[in-house]
């Protein structure tokens, strides 16, 4: 009895993170759309980069080990997977509404049996295929790609998921190799330089204006604060479980959306909204009792 009762406190911890996660991550979104008003997107993800090593570097100091060349490999993919999805996400902010920006990110998970299939040519399961499409019907509710409608900006933000997907699998692949502290510290990195080369070839300045300070501070602040909030939900609930509870950012950004700029999401993309998060959901419960 008293097992069960300590599995579902641990539970509630997981799923009051995930929220507390899903709500960071929304003022990260919030901050980064205001921002880019007055910045360049590689500059903004160079500083963001930036202060995350400066953060990590002190956990990792003394702690560093030689890695074969095959983990190496596995951390530049994670990497530059982790790079161009929040680089297409802040690039679709500029013309994007934010819910439908922060949707189309968080359909990474429906891209993950495909970039599965990519690296290690396994087979989507059948069974698998029914969350896919309708999650990826509701891509198409989102995106509404007619001739007379189609917004480019939008597929830029459904990169931003498939680079995310990456960055998911390529994480697990080093999860039982090396510690999370080391991969995302490896991983800004390598995105600072990344995006350092894209801020040289722009011809952009890392010089910030003073009005752009706070807005910065606050993206730096809240991504990496986000991202231990993930990793913490992830060691009291199971994935199950943190995965679609993850999806009520697009709540709080849909929230913001509406108090900031007025906007309200038309009929189609409520019904996009709701496909994507019932797929997650039988996705996740697929998973789950597969795990059983």
Not at 88 to 107: G, I, K, Q
Request: with cysteine; proline share 5%.
């Amino acid at each position: 009895m008293a097992l069960l009762v300590d599995e579902r406190q641990m539970l509630k911890k997981g799923i009051i993170l995930t929220v507390a996660y899903a709500f960071i991550m929304s003022v990260t979104g919030l901050a980064a759309k205001q921002v880019q008003e007055t910045i360049a997107v590689p500059v903004l993800v160079f500083w963001q980069s930036l202060f995350c090593v400066i953060v990590l570097y002190p956990q990792l100091h003394g702690r560093w080990q030689r890695r074969p060349l095959s983990i190496w490999k596995i951390h530049f993919l994670r990497s530059l997977g982790g790079f161009t999805g929040f680089l297409f996400y802040y690039l679709a902010l500029n013309h994007v509404p934010l819910v439908e920006a922060t949707l189309l990110r968080y359909c990474a998970p429906l891209c993950v049996p495909l970039v599965v299939f990519i690296m290690h040519r396994v087979a989507v399961p059948k069974t698998r295929w029914i969350p896919l499409v309708i999650g990826f019907i509701g891509v198409a509710c989102i995106i509404q790609p007619t001739p007379t409608h189609l917004n480019p900006w939008y597929l830029v933000g459904f990169l931003s998921a498939i680079g995310l997907a990456f960055s998911m699998v390529t994480t697990r692949m080093l999860s039982h190799q090396v510690s999370g502290q080391e991969t995302m510290i490896v991983y800004f990195l390598i995105s600072a330089f990344l995006s350092l080369f894209l801020v040289l070839v722009q011809g952009d300045s890392l010089l910030l204006p003073m009005a752009s300070w706070p807005f910065v501070a606050v993206v730096c602040v809240t991504l990496y604060l986000g991202m231990f909030l993930y990793t913490k939900a992830y060691s009291y609930a199971p994935a199950s479980i943190v995965s679609p509870v993850s999806y009520a950012g697009v709540v709080f950004s849909g929230f913001w959306g509406w108090v900031v700029w007025g906007h309200v999401p038309d009929a189609f993309a409520y019904t996009g909204i709701s496909l994507i998060f019932l797929s997650i959901i039988i996705s996740t419960r697929m998973a789950r009792n597969r795990d059983k």
